[in-house]
């Protein structure tokens, strides 16, 4: 695919955004935290991807070119938005909704306990990954989360496989760490 876009096939670049569109959303999400972060570093991914296809040299697998220009993203994304609010907020926000004044339950209250439980792991893992220092969280992600090996995910990073097995353990101490107090009030753990 790549060798025919390279060769004048400029609509075969769809398949290739249509292929990996969504793992790295779901990478950026990760990564950046915020939905619109994502959206935009896959945005600029793509772009940086189309400007730079005919330099690709198949010395390493595409996935891991690819990844190591969706990381280069995210961290100019951060860099630029430093010193910006984490998120913008609307007045909106702030009024109450004709769902919150109908209803008087929560909506929790109306779901499954194993999926309310479900969704609140979720939510604290993902909190423990976004908590993560910038160095360890995207090891932790492209190792535990994207399935890169060791290798492929210094080689995305620009780092020493060495380096990538020590921010590894560190990221997985931090995460669990984190998780530590929730699973130690959880009674449905077994014992």
Not at 10 to 19: A, S
Not at 89 to 99: C, N, R, V
Not at 166 to 174: C, K, Y
Request: charged letters at 30%; one cysteine or more; proline letters at 4%.
């Amino acid at each position: 695919m790549i060798e025919a876009i390279n060769a004048g096939e400029i609509d075969r670049f769809y398949e290739l955004v249509q292929r990996y569109q969504q793992a790295l959303f779901n990478f950026g999400l990760r990564i950046c935290g915020q939905a619109a972060d994502a959206e935009d570093m896959v945005q600029d991914t793509f772009l940086n991807v189309f400007k730079y296809l005919k330099t690709f040299r198949f010395e390493t697998q595409f996935k891991n070119w690819l990844y190591r220009i969706a990381m280069s993203a995210c961290i100019k994304r951060r860099r630029r938005s430093r010193f910006a609010p984490e998120r913008e907020l609307s007045l909106d926000e702030f009024l109450p909704s004709d769902e919150q004044i109908a209803v008087d339950t929560p909506a929790w209250a109306r779901e499954p306990l194993d999926r309310v439980l479900d969704e609140e792991l979720a939510r604290r893992i993902e909190d423990a990954i976004l908590a993560l220092p910038e160095a360890y969280r995207p090891v932790l992600v492209l190792r535990d989360l994207e399935g890169f090996s060791t290798e492929e995910t210094a080689q995305i990073l620009g780092l020493t496989p060495g380096n990538v097995k020590v921010r590894l353990h560190r990221a997985r101490l931090f995460v669990r760490e984190q998780l530590k107090e929730y699973f130690s009030h959880d009674p449905h753990r077994s014992a």
